[in-house]
């Protein structure tokens, strides 16, 4: 199983729709965890932490639920600004503590 | 703020030369990483220095890979020699200590080797 899952998409989606990307992870001692942004061809971005309690940022909401292994980010009113790859992030304990592994991205395209 | 500045933003060379990659991370932040990424494979994390001490070199394909950290500005990832399946997006990255743990990118540098 990889350490880090993602449904690759494409999510094609018009602008004001929701969309929901789902991530789960392998590891039952990863501690922090995230969501980066890639645009075509430039670096990853960091979009947002994502805490136990989730968490909201605008029109963004990240979900965790340990038990599941399992994070979330929620788009509300998607603009077409939004089109972009989003990375699921998960960072190990122990003596890895700065290694973070990323998912292989979720592209999603807002169409006017 | 300067952000991490990687050069050559392109390279395209010939299987068998070698290749030098050059990272400078933002100025202040103690780990730096070397990612390589493919289409195939995603983001992959090579080596990450912390404080320029290599801690973990795992993600390393082969010893036709190296990389070093000389001085806390300054980092390199060679590969001699090259092949064709190493042309992929290097990015480098750093990071701040006792921060949340977000990494900041570079803008890469896209290697074709032919």
């Known amino acids: 199983r990889k350490e880090v899952e993602q449904d690759p998409g494409p999510f094609n989606v018009p602008e004001g729709a929701t969309v929901a990307f789902n991530c789960t992870y392998s590891?039952?001692?990863?501690?922090?965890f995230f969501w980066y942004r890639q645009d075509c061809r430039k670096e990853p971005k960091l979009l947002m932490s994502v805490y136990s309690s989730g968490n909201e940022d605008g029109r963004f909401t990240a979900q965790l639920n340990r038990a599941s292994q399992y994070i979330s980010l929620l788009i509300r009113d998607s603009k077409l600004s939004d089109s972009a790859t989003y990375l699921c992030v998960v960072n190990r304990s122990g003596g890895s503590n700065y290694k973070l592994t990323f998912g292989k991205g979720t592209l999603l395209t807002v169409n006017p | 703020d300067a952000g991490v500045i990687q050069s050559p933003r392109h390279e395209v060379t010939e299987m068998g030369q070698e290749v030098t990659l050059r990272c400078k991370p933002i100025s202040g932040h103690n780990s730096l990483f070397w990612y390589r990424q493919t289409m195939m494979r995603g983001l992959e994390l090579l080596i990450y220095?912390?404080?320029?001490?290599?801690?973990?070199d795992s993600g390393m394909p082969e010893d036709r890979f190296s990389a070093k950290m000389p001085n806390a500005s300054f980092s390199t990832l060679k590969i001699q020699p090259s092949e064709p399946r190493d042309s992929a997006v290097y990015f480098c990255?750093?990071?701040?200590?006792?921060?949340?743990?977000?990494?900041?990118f570079g803008p890469g540098t896209r290697l074709t080797v032919l």
């Open positions: 220095f912390n404080n320029n001490v290599p801690i973990d």
């Open positions: 590891n039952s001692a990863s501690q922090s």
């Open positions: 990255a750093s990071r701040v200590a006792g921060g949340n743990n977000e990494q900041f």
